[in-house]
């Protein structure tokens, strides 16, 4: 596994003094000149269809001041927005519009989809003109897209929609050592205690894995939730972030409990969490034997 870090370069590149917004930048021109290199160590390269829109009015509105139109870039999933002052069909005041862009899904047949909001205010107007509509195109297709009316005048955008296949290069990601958690899970009751269940869960270090449990079906009013985090692995020794959670029976009363505990734990040592209420105290309690 090859991670970004001081210590972490290949010996050429320290030499080179090379960094790693400068190795995203070299696997980024390796990908669009020489495809079949394939996948760079530690890097993601993908490609993505980048959406462009250009908005302006259709005449006789025109754009306030020397402004230019308003253009807005939209990777796949993306939000964008601008404002845009204009002179409606009607002249006067400059109207101010904020106008938004959302990418959607493609349609059935591949087309780009982006839906289109725009809010319009004139001098002294009060709440907002909304207008909305969405629009589905290929490349160098122009939409009209009417935002209102100015004394009965359509103020219309000429919405001209493009597209390009970028290059995106992305850290790839990575998944920490694997690692398997005995649990044994005893209930207490007094002084005695005995063994309802065993498990063994696999995580990796960094990803939770969780264990839980309720008296009764799922609004039953006993049950906790238990959680183990592997933070770090040091050879034989294991970090782990445990929370445990949940409601138990205390007399007539349910008890809310909650708790978070760092453990340190070597292969094969046991740790346990003790979860009881009431005396003489009744709960469980948990063992957990790291075995990775």
Do not use: C
């Amino acid at each position: 596994m090859t991670r970004f870090g001081p210590d972490s370069y290949p010996r050429a590149d320290r030499r080179l003094g090379f960094r790693p917004a400068a190795l995203l930048l070299v696997a980024a021109a390796a990908a669009a000149w020489f495809p079949a290199l394939g996948a760079v160590p530690g890097v993601a390269i993908t490609k993505q269809v980048q959406v462009h829109l250009e908005l302006r009015p259709l005449p006789p509105a025109t754009i306030a001041g020397p402004a230019r139109p308003l253009t807005l870039d939209l990777a796949p999933g993306e939000r964008a927005s601008g404002a845009l002052s204009v002179v409606g069909p009607a002249g006067g005041d400059p109207i101010d519009l904020r106008l938004t862009a959302e990418r959607l899904a493609p349609d059935v047949d591949g087309r780009s989809r982006v839906a289109l909001r725009a809010e319009s205010r004139a001098a002294g107007e009060g709440e907002p003109t909304v207008a909305q509509r969405s629009m589905a195109f290929e490349d160098h297709d122009t939409v009209l897209f009417e935002v209102r009316r100015d004394h009965d005048l359509p103020l219309t955008l000429a919405v001209v929609a493009t597209t390009s296949l970028e290059t995106v290069v992305r850290k790839a990601p990575s998944v920490g050592r694997a690692v398997r958690l005995n649990l044994e899970i005893q209930r207490v009751s007094g002084g005695d205690s005995v063994t309802v269940e065993t498990n063994r869960l696999d995580t990796f270090v960094q990803q939770a894995v969780s264990y839980s449990f309720r008296i009764g079906g799922q609004d039953g009013p006993e049950g906790l939730d238990l959680s183990l985090r592997p933070l770090a692995l040091h050879g034989d020794v294991l970090e782990l972030e445990v929370q445990v959670s949940g409601t138990l029976p205390a007399g007539d009363e349910l008890v809310v409990v909650g708790r978070t505990e760092h453990w340190v734990a070597s292969r094969g040592a046991t740790s346990t969490l003790s979860v009881v209420q009431g005396t003489p105290g009744s709960g469980y309690r948990f063992l957990v034997t790291p075995s990775f």
